[in-house]
Every structure is written in structure tokens, then in C-alpha cells.
């Protein structure tokens, strides 16, 4: 980075925009703290700390923005390794994230309809469409979205990730750094570790050369240490649901887990998760419920419908049903105990081994079923996802097993969690209103 | 005739109910109609011509609204879906537990019903009309039969062309390629038949089909879909009275419920 750059940097970012995004988190804690400034009956209002999200998010995607300035950027799959490139100083971009923001602002479907007509087929995943739709169209919610250095792929969550990296590979003319993570039918085995630590090891001299820097072992460890922390808090954040009545439903924590996706092994995303936790901790001793009136508790399984979310919470929350656990928000939770920011390597081999879409369907309905009792769920809604079809494998079973043997109902909904053209509101609502009715019964 | 003392309202994508029944349950009055465009004022229309209870003021009786228009009857109506309706309405008339089939116009159902008549699990066609009335509708159409014809046409071949699409426009355009090549209309309407019948079965086993098995919706008049369900799920079907009021008759059953709670 020049020195007229690393200036300009820091202006735009540390300065100026920094002070903006301050400002604005101000007016939004002046705008909640205002008597009546809350409208839904049924959901009750945000908790003070939303501000602070909405600032991480807007923070992260300046800096992408300002980039250009000197710092390298890497593009990631969700569930990639991402600690060394976080203490090389990479920008990480995560294009699902992006993706899910696209859905969330309504213009997934223009961007897959755009890569569509670049000749990809429809039956892609609607996160890869959207992404490549937006790579192709330039267009995106957040002002500008930086071009990759580097590309890191870990194959731990799909095999789509892999051609979809390669298409982007191909586009952008960039190395790609393939971490492939051998699917775990049991349990993980030595060989798997060091398979896939030996590539970890790789993918550090690629990124240290993109980077042009050595990466420093203990800017590693601090950032796994980061990384563990998040998670940890992550995690009781998450069980809060526990508590009767749910001080936070899942459909809050698809948008409060921005930052233990995309800004894992910062500092800041621990800060704020502290923050969060306190706040829900005084909401249970309150019995503040994130649904005005609980009756009944339901788990949700896959991806959010990113297009819907508003809409589904609204729909339950007026007929008293809090969401208080999924299994998708759990999944970056629920390893944290296998993070060793002392052995930052082989942790991060055995960590990135086992998410659970690396990881058998007996395993799924193990958790789901762990996930009813601990957090009493009367039923299950299990979004049966047109575009991921790893996390959708074997639903009708579990579905069965769920009811069969622990008397919990569940739903089979059909949706897709970013492509609004295979969502019929009508559909949904009707399965959706059968299924509460048999659970009111 | 006994007073209407609950009515149940089935708006349905191709057919619009309407029931009243007497405080003992008993089906005293009811209506059918295509679903028209206008399906507000088609409802307001209809339940006003209920004897004997309100005229153009509306029903002072309590009324419950079920099916894809249940959301345009007056705010002050109950909501209830097809499948809870279709279920209470079925239980009370063949009074048993079991799998209830409900093939209506726009989608179908698999219903399991306890013992108490509740529901325990549902199962539906997804987002298209494969496995619905419709399907039948578009291709008899395509054939210039009536619903009914078709079937009788396909139970009076004995042999069965394969067909593999269950897909609405595709099945017509297969079902026109037989055409050329020469097939019966019978037989073709026979793997028509088929090819319905096993999409529905299939939903059925995926919802864990229990015997005995039972029909409601406009689906079940038709002796051949019905013949070849039997077949592919190796048990017999029982139909109650009037399948296609079923939706509407659960839903008065609930508004008399509601009114005695
Ligand atoms: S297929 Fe599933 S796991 Fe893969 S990128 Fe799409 S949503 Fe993610």
C-alpha cells in the first residue's frame, strides 16, 4: 500500500465513513428509543443493539469498497477456513452473504434471471446465480462489491461451490484455492485431518504470495482466538431461546449472524456479540419474549427464505408461534469447542471437517432431535430448499422420524432461499396454517 | 326442513361450496357453483341466499371459510384450511381414522387422521398441477370428453399405454404423439389414469399412508382414478356421501363447534 493510499484509506473508511455510519447508528438508537416508534403487536421491538449491527455491515462493506486502496481481497465460501486470511489482512468477501443481502433487498430474482440468460440453468443454486448474475450485471445493494485477488473454495458445504469458483476463477483470472474436505459418514479420521491440514498449509503460501507478506503465527492465533470467542458467544446467544418465553427467535438470528460469517476472527465481531448477549440476558430475566405471546415453539431447519423472512415471522408470531432454534444458525455455533487458537492449523482442519452439510443425514436428525428437547420445540418446519440440495437430502425421513419417534410434527415446506419464482405465498401460507392448526389441536 | 344453524363456505380454486347444517350435524342445506373471477362478492352473494339466516345483512349464524378464497369472506368469519376442513368433515361421515385423498381442482391432499379425527400428518402436490383435477380436466378437454367419459373410457380398456409425465403440458403433447402413432383413446386414457395414480400414491406412502384409505374433493366421482389408487396402494377406498362438499361440511362442523364452545 502507498502511502498516498494508506491516506486516502483511512479517510474514506476510518474517518469520514466511520463517522457517518456513527451518526447513523445514533439517529437509529434515537429513532428506537422514541416512544411509539414500534408498531407490531405481535413482535416485540428490536433489541437496542440493532444499530450496531446495521454499522458492522455497512463498516464491512466500505471497507470492500475502498479496497482497491491496497488491500488484497479474498472471496470465500461460507464455510471456509478464514483465520489466516484475516491475520494476512485480507478483505474477505463472502459471496453468499452478498447473495443472501441481494435476496433481502428483493433483487435476487433479476440477478438470477441475468445469469440465466448467460446460459446457466435455473436448477443452479439461487446463491450461485445471484452472485454470478451480479459479477456479470455489476449490480448490487451495497455500492460496489471489490474484485477478488484471490479465490478460497471449501468443499465442505456443497459440491456447487466448486464450479461455481472455478466459473469465477475463469472470469476474474485469479488464483483458486481449493480445500477439498472428505464427506464424514462417522467420524472424522486422522488421514481426513491431515488431508486436509496439508492443504491448509497450501493455501497459506498461495495467499501469502497473493498477499505479498508472511503470515505471522501469532496474528493467526489471535485471530482463531477471535474466531473461538464469537463462536462461544454465538452459542449462548443462541441458547437464550431456551428460556420460556424465547427472548430471540431464529428469524432474528438469520440477520444477527452477519458477522459470525462473514467477520469471524475480528475483535469487534466479539464486541458486539458480548453486547448482544448482555441485552438478551436482561430480556429473559425480564421475560421479554421476541414474540409478544408464545404458545407454542417451533424449530426450523435449512437455509432462511432470505426473500420471506418478514413475512414468515409476521405469519407465525400473529398466531403466538416463536421460531426459537434452527439448525442453520446453530451450525456456526456449535463447533466452537474445537477451535484451539493454541494449535490454529490443526484446529481449523478438524473445525472445517465438520459442518454439518459435511457430515452424514443420520448426524442432522441426531441435532434436530437434540435441538427439540433442549429447546421443548412443538414441532419442526423443515424448508425443504429447491436450491440446496445437501441440506434438503433426506427431509422426508427425518420428517417421518421426527414424528414417529418424538411425537414432534413436522412441516415439509417448499421453497428456495433466494429465488422469489419458486416461492408461491398462497401455497405456503395454506401448509403453513394446516400445520398450526395441528399443532393448536 | 330444520334451521341452518352453522355454515361452512368452501372457496375453491375451480368450484365454490357452500353448506348449512343443523345443530345435530346434519347437512340441511347446500350450493355449488364454478368459482367465478369475483369470488368476494360470489360468497356474499351465496351466503345470503341461505334460508333463514340474515339475507343481505349476512349470516347471524356462525360461519367458517375454508379454501383458497377463505381470506375474502367478512373479517368476522373464522379461517380455516382445507385440510383441517377437509378432515373434520370426512371423519364425522365414514367415522373412522385412516388416509384420507382429497384430489381438488388445483392441488391434492393426503390427509392421516386419529382416532379422535385430528390431524397428524399432510402432505401436498407442489407447485404445479401434476397429480390435481386439473390434469384430468386439461387432457379430457384435449380429447373432447367430459371428466367422467374419459374415465368410464380408460376402466373400459384392458390395456394401458405407458405414460411417463405427470406433468400437465407435457402429458398433453405425449398424449398427442400416442395419438398419432395410432393408440386407442381407451388405453390412453387408461395410462393417463395411471400416471395420476401414482403421483398421488406416492404422496401418499411419503406421508405415511395408514388404512383405510378415503377420498373427499371432486376427485372422487371419478370411478377410474379411484379403481387405479385402489390398485397401485393395494387397498380399497371408502367414499363418504358427498366427497365434494367435504371441505365445506368440516368447515360447518368447526363453526358449530366454535358456536357451542
Ligand atoms: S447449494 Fe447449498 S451449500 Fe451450496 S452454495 Fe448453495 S446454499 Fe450453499
Known sequence: MSLANQLRYHLNVSIVGNSVLRLQRWQGEWQMSR???WQNAHIAPPVAVAPRLKELISRHYLKGQYAHLGRKVAWVTSGAPVEFLVALGYFVLYPENHAAVCGIRRMSESLCTAAEDAGYSPDLCSYARTDIGSVLTGKTPVGKVPRPDVLVCCTNICQTVLFWYRVLAHHFNVPLIVIDTPFLYTEATERAVAYVKAQLEDAVIVAERVAGRSLGFDKLKQAT??????CELWMKIMECGQHRPAPITAFDEFFHMAPIVEMRGEAFTVDYYAALL????????NNIGAVTVESKRLLWDNLPVWHRVRWLSEMLAERQVALVASTYTNAWGELAHLVDPERPMESAATVYLHPILNRGTGHKLKTMRRMVDDYQADGVILHSDRSCKPYSIGQIGQRNRLADELGAPALLLEADHNDPRAFSNEQVATRLSAFLELLEK | MSTVVAIGADAGSTTTKLVGISHDGVIVWETIEPTEPRMREQLERLLATIPGSGGSAGPTVPVVATGYGRNLVDTKHRRVTEITCHATGVYRSIRSSGTLIDIGGQDSKVIVIDAAGGVVNFAMNDKCAAGTGRFLEVVAARMRESVQDFAALALSSPEEVAISNTCTVFAESEMVSLLAQGHAIESISRGLHRALARRVASLARSAGAVAPLMMSGGGAHNVALRALLEN????????????????????????LRRAAA
Open chain 1, 225 to 230: 482466538r477471535y474466531s473461538r470467542q464469537a
Open chain 2, 232 to 255: 397401485e396402494l393395494g387397498a380399497a377406498i371408502r367414499l363418504p356421501a358427498k366427497p365434494q362438499l367435504m371441505g365445506a361440511y368440516g368447515a360447518a362442523l368447526l363453526a
Open chain 1, 278 to 285: 448482555a441485552e438478551l440476558e436482561q430480556r429473559k430475566a
Open chain 1, 35 to 37: 416512544p411509539g416508534s
